[in-house]
């Protein structure tokens, strides 16, 4: 299978001021192309440092993409480095020009003089059109290899890459497909997990197997090779029909779902509401669903009852009930959960109540201790938990939602 390398150009990116989205995009579209990006290379505003990672890139695979440092100012170097690469001259594209010119007079306004640089091209080299912007991208052989470089602002790289330059790959298509699909589970840490699928995660083996682990989720990632896209759709779905028998519930979701997509198209599907209680998460589990478009159908509100004047006055837990067994227990969780239902008319109702930390844990109730209760038309269930006493607060926090989420999840 042919080889790619991404390299993305920014000091900001390389001081990590900026996340760069550019690179995950880009390997994913070349994927369906036959291309495996095997590096993912950074660098800062430095032509000297731009132009060996470009050779680095060029004598190691097949091809090169390249984003940033295309626009107009002293610290968009990619044009010099390229020519510099090719040793080849920079000539102004008069194509290009014009289109740079007729971007800005399009919006009323007049042309920069700085912008000019933008229409300078190695000797060669083919411009690419851009579409939603000022900076054409450069098409150039680098050796043997082929060179896109493309602009840095993400709107702008994607009109251009899936305008210019995927049919142009997908034109010279040849030497298979890699597809990809990642299963997402939640209840098993990594290392018993991966003991389950240990012969699956064999070197060498097609498909491809292998965990990634945040916050609890643990993703199991299938690469499959084919000759084709059929023949790599066989094998992805072989695989992942052998994991999904292995695993069982253990999978919530594919590739980007979350705990929170999930449970909210379970609700809506039996038509059912929720409403959430919270203390040591802080309303993390109310954002969590409330970040998925259409959750009103099913979401009706929470309460962050971090003191436990809160818990009483809103929830209607009791006070001797705090009293007897503490804030951070199995009793006051599920009252949390049932005051929940009957404060916002729910069929069910979630509530956490824990230790973060990083500090105020106990002998008795460490750090990482939190209790996770379900209302449901049925029954009451309460859980707990212990994400570590020397796990970081975030941390906690995030599995707890997690949990809570899975809870719901498994219940329903």
């Given at each position: 299978m042919r080889t790619a390398w991404i390299v993305s150009i920014g000091t900001e990116l390389a001081l990590g001021q900026t996340v760069d989205t550019n690179s995950a995009w880009l390997a994913q579209r070349l994927l369906r192309l036959g291309f495996r990006p095997t590096h993912h290379a950074t660098v800062t505003d430095d032509e000297a440092d731009i132009a060996a990672a470009l050779r680095q890139a060029a004598g190691a695979a097949d091809l090169v993409l390249v984003t940033g440092g295309l626009g107009p100012t002293a610290d968009d170097l990619t044009r010099p480095a390229l020519a510099?690469?090719?040793?080849?001259?920079l000539e102004e594209h008069a194509p290009s020009l014009d289109q740079i010119r007729a971007f800005f007079a399009a919006r009323g306004r007049e042309m920069p003089p700085a912008n000019v640089v933008q229409a300078l091209i190695p000797r060669g080299a083919r411009a690419l059109p851009n579409p939603v912007g000022t900076a054409p991208g450069i098409a150039i052989t680098l050796g043997r290899t082929a060179c896109?470089?493309?602009?840095?602002?993400?709107?702008?790289?994607?009109?251009?890459?899936?305008?210019?330059?995927?049919?142009?790959?997908?034109?010279?298509?040849?030497?298979?497909?890699?597809?990809?699909?990642?299963?997402?589970?939640?209840?098993?840490?990594?290392?018993?997990?991966?003991?389950?699928i240990a012969d699956l995660m064999t070197r060498g083996r097609n498909p491809e197997v292998g965990t990634t682990a945040g916050y609890g989720v643990v993703g199991v990632r299938i690469y499959a090779a084919g000759a084709d896209e059929a023949e790599a759709q066989r094998l992805l779905a072989d695989t992942e029909a052998e994991l999904r028998a292995r695993l069982g519930d253990l999978v919530f979701g594919v590739?980007?779902?979350?705990?929170?997509?999930?449970?909210?198209?379970?609700?809506?599907?039996?038509?059912?509401?929720?409403?959430?209680?919270?203390?040591?998460?802080?309303?993390?589990?109310?954002?969590?669903?409330?970040?998925?478009?259409?959750?009103?159908?099913?979401?009706?509100?929470?309460?962050?009852?971090?003191?436990?004047?809160a818990k009483t006055a809103i929830l209607g837990v009791p006070t001797d009930?705090?009293?007897?067994?503490?804030?951070?227990?199995?009793?006051?969780?599920?009252?949390?959960?049932?005051?929940?239902?009957?404060?916002?008319?729910?069929?069910?109702?979630?509530?956490?109540?824990?230790?973060?930390?990083?500090?105020?844990?106990?002998?008795?109730?460490?750090?990482?201790?939190?209790?996770?209760?379900?209302?449901?038309?049925?029954?009451?269930?309460?859980?707990?938990?212990?994400?570590?006493?020397?796990?970081?607060?975030?941390?906690?926090?995030?599995?707890?939602?997690?949990?809570?989420?899975?809870?719901?999840?498994?219940?329903?």
């Open positions: 510099a690469v090719a040793e080849v001259p896109y470089a493309l602009p840095g602002v993400p709107l702008e790289m994607r009109a251009m890459f899936t305008a210019a330059v995927e049919p142009e790959l997908r034109a010279r298509a040849a030497g298979g497909v890699l597809l990809c699909r990642k299963l997402n589970t939640f209840g098993l840490g990594e290392s018993e997990l991966g003991a389950r590739d980007d779902e979350t705990l929170a997509q999930v449970v909210g198209r379970q609700l809506r599907a039996l038509g059912r509401t929720i409403g959430v209680a919270e203390s040591c998460t802080g309303g993390m589990i109310a954002a969590a669903l409330t970040d998925v478009p259409g959750s009103s159908a099913y979401f009706r509100g929470g309460a962050v009852t971090y003191a436990n004047e009930l705090l009293a007897q067994h503490g804030a951070v227990s199995a009793p006051v969780a599920e009252a949390m959960a049932v005051g929940a239902a009957a404060r916002f008319g729910t069929d069910y109702a979630l509530a956490v109540t824990g230790i973060a930390g990083p500090a105020g844990g106990t002998p008795d109730k460490p750090v990482g201790l939190v209790f996770i209760a379900l209302r449901t038309p049925a029954q009451n269930t309460v859980r707990e938990f212990r994400f570590g006493h020397d796990a970081p607060r975030d941390v906690i926090r995030q599995r707890a939602t997690h949990a809570a989420l899975n809870l719901l999840r498994l219940l329903m």
